[in-house]
């Protein structure tokens, strides 16, 4: 098996042609616009990356950072494998490359992610390979105020000294902050 994993940090149209039906597959509802995503990397605000099999694209995420100096914190905003191929550790393996991407910058304290916080088994699924790739889910359950179902934060410190002070709610400014700048300007 040959895996590449590559990461883009400007808009190119040829590899979105073939990832976005991996997002689109993964996300069919609640999905940022393709406009806004390219507009998140024209402003250098995101990454995407790619996993490839055998040089066919078959995972995507769009990661970024957010916070100032000393207090980075690593948004990963969408991460897909294609759905025929899940389950068979291409999603575990694709985010260990993204979890190393993150690591590169001295930074970065953690890994935050918002996971669907509604009981149903396709959540617990998606809950279950976050826990298995290290990730922590908080508590705090949060309700937006622009989509209808609730999510959960779930944290992976980079730093040894990394601790969380509530019950997950500060994560949610970080990664709130992360959504309002991926839309500003649109």
């Not at 040959?2 to 990832?19: I, M, P, S, V, Y």
């Not at 916080?117 to 922590?136: K, P, Q, S, V």
């Not at 400014?173 to 309002?180: A, G, Y």
């Amino acid at each position: 098996m040959q895996w590449t994993f590559n990461t883009l940090t400007e808009w190119d149209r040829a590899c979105w042609d073939k990832l976005g039906p991996i997002y689109r597959e993964a996300f069919p509802h609640g999905a940022k616009p393709e406009k806004v995503l390219r507009s998140m990397l024209d402003r250098r605000i995101a990454s995407l990356h790619a996993g490839l099999l055998e040089g066919e694209p078959v995972a995507m995420a769009i990661t970024g950072f957010n916070g100032g100096q000393g207090v980075k914190r690593f948004i990963l905003d969408y991460m897909a494998v294609r759905q025929d191929l899940r389950g068979q550790g291409l999603g575990r393996l694709f985010f260990s490359q993204i979890r190393d991407f993150a690591d590169q910058d001295p930074q970065a304290e953690a890994i935050l992610i918002e996971a669907e916080a509604e009981d149903t088994e396709m959540n617990r699924e998606r809950l279950r390979f976050w826990l298995h790739c290290g990730f922590i889910a908080t508590p705090y359950v949060h309700q937006y105020i622009w989509v209808p179902e609730p999510y959960r934060a779930l944290y992976l410190p980079l730093k040894d000294d990394f601790t969380l002070t509530d019950d997950g709610k500060t994560l949610f400014r970080d990664i709130t902050s992360f959504h309002h700048q991926s839309f500003r300007g649109q």
